[in-house]
């Protein structure tokens, strides 16, 4: 079965960059599924950052699409997201997820990483 | 503020059956059957309950079920178990630029 786990630095400083990358197991990245970033700020709800297909092709949340660069590496079967320009107000869980189908439900999700932005 | 709303909280006792409302827009819950659910634990990543609506993903008990009816979709949870207690949020896609929306979450307390 399809795991997701996310990696990256769990404290980013306010302007920096924020990396994190999403290592996909049991399965393909290539297969027909887009994949996706959530995140969750502390005690609030989810927010859709973005997706991308293993060809390349990425869709991204308005709010944030000036600041998100989203990327697929099938060589390693991981997907990224970078976030740059980062405040207080990116403080969150990160999630990473697989989409069912087009525009369907996030039905495989990591476990989440908290990153914090913070000097 | 989130696209959908959903009530804050909701409660029941064990056995009961409890429903969670998820309103939006025709652009979003009632143009299209991509309305999905979700539980999420304290700490814990989110769970898929439902997609497309009324679809149950497997492993999931039949005491979840959703529906639509206009631009409010709804989740039933019957048969409440203590197990049951957690935040559940709706999503949907969207027309709009943004492409997927969520609701602001509701924290259902098993008494």
């Known amino acids: 079965q399809v795991q997701l786990q996310e990696s990256g630095p769990g404290l980013v400083k306010p302007s920096g960059t924020l990396s994190l990358t999403c290592a996909v197991s049991g399965g393909s990245i290539s297969s027909s599924n887009w994949w996706s970033w959530v995140r969750q700020p502390p005690g609030k709800g989810l927010e859709w950052i973005g997706e991308?297909?293993?060809?390349?092709?990425?869709n991204y949340n308005p709010s944030l699409k000036s600041r998100v660069t989203i990327s697929v590496d099938k060589s390693k079967n991981q997907f990224s997201l970078k976030l740059s320009s980062v405040t207080a107000a990116d403080t969150a869980v990160y999630y990473c997820a697989r989409v069912l189908s087009v525009h369907d439900a996030f039905d495989i999700w990591g476990q989440g990483t908290m990153v914090t932005v913070s000097s | 503020q989130s696209a959908l709303t959903q009530p804050a909280s909701v409660s029941g006792s064990p056995g009961q059956s409890i429903t969670i409302s998820c309103t939006g827009t025709s652009s979003d819950v009632g143009g299209y059957n991509y309305v999905s659910w979700y539980q999420q634990h304290p700490g814990k990543a989110p769970k898929l309950m439902i997609y497309e609506v009324s679809n149950r993903p497997s492993g999931v008990p039949d005491r979840f079920s959703g529906s639509k009816s206009g631009n409010t979709a709804s989740l039933t949870i019957s048969g409440l178990q203590a197990e049951d207690e957690a935040d559940y949020y709706c999503?949907?896609?969207?027309?709009?630029?943004?492409?997927?929306?969520f609701g602001g979450g509701t924290k259902l307390t098993v008494l």
């Open positions: 991308i297909y293993h060809s390349g092709s990425t």
């Open positions: 999503s949907s896609y969207t027309s709009s630029s943004t492409r997927v929306v």
